[in-house]
């Protein structure tokens, strides 16, 4: 993705049951890979729609000591005011925009491709949404926050998903990307986009993961937005 692209494996793909009519690509989280959210979306797969799960690159990331790890973009801190990594977060951005195209000239029109991902993938899906000229279906935003938040509304100012519908999720105990980071990306996102088409749900007990009940909320999230097509 960033880089050499030549490092980064091919996306775990969970293909459609049927004709695929829609896409959803997924993100994970920072040290993660594709895979284990491939397993966990064939949990609520929908039927006419495909799951692509991408591998971030592999790179030193600064909040572990310059330790190597699979990583969308660099992370400084985090706290509300740590220093972001720009430039990584923006070119993050257009490679994220890249599978989009490519999923375009496979036959799924951009407006039937939902936007999602975990941790550091929820952010980057969100920047990614609302900077891309690329009309989306929809984001799915699991325990995240909005990168280079300050930019905004300028850096959507143009943007072609003003009308876009987001589900962000978090978990009340999150003890790394506390619940004030959702609160806050929510009340931003509701600043500069409809802020009827911003769900935000919360879960009692969920730590930085994922929940069942958060899952069929999002499969739910999917079926409507992505519904079948006749």
Not at 53 to 60: D, G, K, L, Q
Not at 128 to 151: D, H, I, Y
């Amino acid at each position: 993705m960033c880089g050499n692209n030549m490092s980064v494996p091919l996306p775990a793909i969970i293909p459609a049951a049927k004709k695929a009519t829609a896409a959803v690509i997924f993100l994970h989280g920072l040290g993660d890979t594709g895979h284990g959210w491939a397993e966990t979306l064939e949990g609520i797969r929908v039927p006419h729609v495909k799951y692509i799960c991408p591998h971030a690159p592999v790179m030193p990331v600064s909040l572990n000591r310059s330790m190597t790890m699979p990583s969308w973009f660099d992370i400084k801190g985090l706290s509300p005011d740590a220093e972001e990594d720009d430039n990584g977060i923006r070119q993050a951005a257009e490679n994220i925009k890249g599978l989009i195209d490519q999923e375009v000239k496979n036959g799924i029109p951009s407006h039937r491709i939902i936007l999602g991902g975990f941790s550091q993938g929820g952010a980057l899906s969100l920047y990614t949404a609302l900077t891309t000229q690329q009309k989306l279906a929809g984001v799915v935003a699991l325990s995240c926050w909005l990168p280079l938040r300050n930019s905004f509304p300028q850096a959507s100012a143009n943007s072609i998903n003003k009308d876009i519908h987001i589900l962000q999720c978090h978990g009340e105990f999150d003890p790394l990307v506390p619940l004030m980071f959702g609160s806050l990306t929510v009340d931003k996102l509701r600043s500069i986009l409809n802020p009827a088409n911003v769900m935000f749900k919360t879960y009692r007990g969920l730590m930085h993961n994922s929940c069942s009940q958060e899952m069929m909320d999002v499969k739910q999230f999917i079926e409507q937005q992505l519904p079948e097509m006749n």
